[in-house]
């Protein structure tokens, strides 16, 4: 779409040049979802792919993520063959709503930042117990984890002109067991709700809950719970205003998903961990 209020394309080649963030600013990376729709407030794209920041980068701490890197790039990155929740990647990409010639384009960033409850890029970083890097447009770099930047549906922790720069996921994170659950009312449709488990050597559970609630909710038990256990969990934590209401489904529908799938998760790491 062309955004006929646009006035100027900035193209720094680093970040310290952008000091000020007047009204009608906006960060450009992929520009999937600025390109979307009439942005009748922008009047000035600041294009973030001058910067050059290496999009995937290994190591033994774990994997650093480009704000700028793509969806389609994290979803064929290749991981050590220790990092056994590395198919999350994968099947995150697979999650969202888009073509193949789209998740080469949007970025891991965007999707984070869109802050939307089926943003996939949140529920992977959030169960991957990522933590982001915010750079200010005055003052110094700040570290947030990733299950407290989204605070709500299409909103987060960003102040005006903040940039997310990186995602890191630690190491001892994809060495984990996992277990995925998503259902969407069509087969290609936005995720009604989207689940993830992983467990540790020691038999834990940590239970990452999004798309059927405005902003991700995690539980963790520092053994594997029961059934019981987990459903209690489940409604201490979330109210029963607390189920996300859209077009993609009701907060009954979405509750019973989220109940559901939550046992399949539980039971099938618990079934894992008697047969390690």
């Known amino acids: 779409m062309d955004l006929n209020t646009v006035r100027q394309v900035r193209s720094p080649s680093s970040a310290e040049e952008v000091a ?13 979802w600025l390109m979307s729709e009439p942005q009748p407030g922008i009047d000035t794209l600041v294009d973030l792919n001058g910067l050059n920041w290496p999009a995937l980068m290994a190591s033994d701490a774990g994997l650093e993520i480009a704000a700028t890197a793509t969806i389609g ?3 064929a990155f290749s991981a050590p063959s220790d990092w056994t929740a590395a198919p999350l990647l994968r099947a995150c990409a697979h999650a ?4 193949f010639k789209v998740a080469d384009v949007a970025t891991v960033g965007g999707n984070i930042c869109m802050s939307l409850p089926a943003g996939a890029m949140v529920s992977l970083t959030v169960a991957l117990e990522a933590t982001y890097v915010l750079w200010p447009r005055a003052g110094a770099p700040r570290t947030v984890a990733a299950a407290d930047f989204v605070t709500g549906n299409h909103a987060n922790v960003l102040a005006p002109g903040e940039l997310l720069r990186a995602i890191h996921v630690p190491a001892a994170s994809f060495k984990r067991r996992f277990a995925l659950r998503r259902a969407s ?3 290609l449709g936005r995720s009604a709700a989207l689940l993830i488990g992983t467990s540790g050597p020691n038999g834990d559970l940590l239970l990452t809950i999004t798309a059927s609630t405005p902003r991700p909710v995690q539980l963790r038990f520092a053994a594997m ?8 969990a489940l409604a201490a ?3 029963a205003d607390g189920w996300f209401d859209d077009v993609n489904g009701t907060p009954a529908y979405k509750r019973h998903l989220t109940v559901h799938f939550a046992e399949e998760i539980r039971a099938e790491l618990a079934a894992g961990r008697r047969d390690a």
Request: proline share 9%; net charge negative; glycine share 12%.
């Open 20 to 32: 000020d963030w007047p009204a009608g600013h906006a960060w450009l990376s992929g520009g999937t």
């Open 96 to 99: 969202l709503l888009m073509s």
């Open 225 to 232: 719970p029961g059934a019981e256990e987990v459903q209690a």
């Open 73 to 75: 790039a994290l979803a």
């Open 237 to 239: 934590a979330i109210p």
């Open 185 to 187: 009312l069509t087969k």
